[in-house]
């Protein structure tokens, strides 16, 4: 069982010709609601994967938190601990380049800036149960710490997917099992300063050093480079014969990655590689959960 604590948004995503510069308009070629945030994403690629998957979360009282809920609950999500509160779900603003695929994404915490410790506690069960805890940081940090904190005193490995950076204390980072950030999140937490090139071994290095047990940098279309403390590897990226649309794919990876350790047992390279092919699938489709695997699709 994999227990996912964090974000549940409604995707606004609007399609245009190019990513707009700054002061610049341009036309939008289709626009679409679509349920996401990083909790839920992850969640569902991890369903889809065959994974059992528990969510907590907040919604608000709004439409929008009514059809994350059913979403979830359609893709086999377990959300007795998705907590619906007073006032607006949480939403991101998606832009996305048509030609390139790539993307521009700003959010708003909305319901998600509402989950508390008291609600992290009434899912302590679950949480100490479970083969896994995965976390991201478009939740309180208050509440992602107490969810670590209740996995780590159980023995449950913590997946933490650093997403949006912010600094975290090494007493934290002792307690995460995998640490699973993008080339920029993991130089901003080594406290490199913006805009230097980044060494993902150096940067890698340092997390460890910081407490991470094991760091996994995405690279994009560069692979992955993943640092144990038996070693190290760098794994390819898979190839992709056209990119429709990136948004997900790095929640596709990590939900993935949980399943293939959790559900399928695989070896920690085996089951990155399985999650590259996730991935890999996912940007070859439009939308961020739409365009996740299903089980079947990958084994094909």
Do not use: W
């Not at 070629?29 to 679509?34: P, S």
């Not at 907040?58 to 006032?87: I, K, P």
């Not at 934290?172 to 080594?190: D, H």
């Amino acid at each position: 069982m994999i227990v996912v604590v964090g974000s549940a948004n409604m995707d606004m995503v609007l399609r245009v010709q190019q990513l707009p510069r700054p002061g610049e308009t341009v036309c939008g070629r289709g626009f679409e609601t679509l349920p996401g945030g990083k909790g839920a994403n992850q969640a569902v690629a991890a369903a889809r994967l065959g994974a059992e998957v528990h969510f907590v979360g907040c919604v608000g009282s709004d439409v929008f938190g009514t059809q994350m809920r059913a979403t979830l609950q359609a893709e086999g999500v377990t959300v007795d601990h998705l907590v619906t509160v007073s006032g607006p779900s949480g939403i991101a603003i998606v832009l996305v380049d048509d030609a390139s695929g790539q993307n521009s994404i700003a959010i708003e915490a909305g319901a998600n800036a509402a989950l508390t410790t008291s609600h992290v506690d009434a899912a302590a069960d679950t949480i100490a149960a479970a083969s896994m805890l995965v976390c991201q940081l478009e939740s309180p940090l208050a509440a992602v710490q107490r969810a670590i904190g209740i996995a780590h005193a159980a023995g449950v490995p913590v997946l933490l997917n650093p997403a949006p950076v912010q600094p975290l204390s090494p007493e934290l980072l002792q307690q995460v099992s995998l640490l699973v950030p993008n080339e920029s999140e993991a130089a901003a937490l080594a406290g490199q300063a913006p805009g230097e090139p980044v060494d993902e071994v150096l940067v890698a290095e340092r997390l460890r050093q910081l407490g991470a047990g094991t760091v996994i940098v995405t690279l994009g279309e560069r692979g992955v480079y993943v640092s144990t403390t038996g070693g190290a590897m760098r794994h390819e990226a898979q190839p992709v014969a056209r990119v429709v649309d990136t948004t997900g794919a790095g929640d596709t990876f990590i939900g993935a990655l949980a399943a293939a350790r959790c559900r399928d047992g695989l070896s920690l390279h085996d089951a990155v590689a399985f999650a590259q092919r996730a991935a890999a699938f996912s940007v070859s489709r439009r939308g961020a959960m739409s365009a996740m695997p299903h089980r079947e699709e990958l084994v094909e």
